[in-house]
């Protein structure tokens, strides 16, 4: 296939909308934001994105990959703020893991709403 045969086929997948489910990963999202008050919601969005994962289109799968490794992340953080936290230095990592998963769950969040992957789901930080 030529370069300008090549992008052509790109430009052409480009116009075209892409369909993706995203029902369970918003739900997961908000059940996220949720676990920073109710910390049981965010153990039943870490089951739906490990029970989803697996059938699930390219896109949907990077949402997903992303989630579950936001949760395993996020309670490394919340165990070594909490061990921590009798230093006084924890209830900042804590502050920070606060701001870290509301700032993870909103850039999925759009990039869901644009129908987009996350674009570095094995990422430490914002993804």
């Known amino acids: 296939m030529t370069d300008s045969a090549a992008a052509t086929a790109v430009a052409e997948t480009n116009t075209n ?11 997961i999202y908000f059940l996220y934001f949720a676990g920073l008050i109710f910390g049981i919601t965010a153990l039943a969005g870490l089951i739906m994105a490990y029970v989803n994962k697996s059938d699930a289109d390219p896109v949907a799968a990077t949402h997903y990959r992303f989630q579950i490794r936001t949760f395993w992340i996020g309670l490394l953080m919340l165990f070594i703020g909490g061990l921590t936290s009798l230093i006084l230095v924890g209830y900042l990592i804590i502050l920070f893991w606060v701001v870290w998963v509301c700032v ?3 850039k999925g969040l759009k990039a869901l709403g644009k129908g987009e992957p996350i674009a570095s789901p094995g990422s430490w930080m914002f993804g």
């Open 17 to 27: 909308p892409v369909t993706v489910d995203t029902g369970s990963a918003k739900i």
């Open 104 to 106: 993870r769950c909103a």
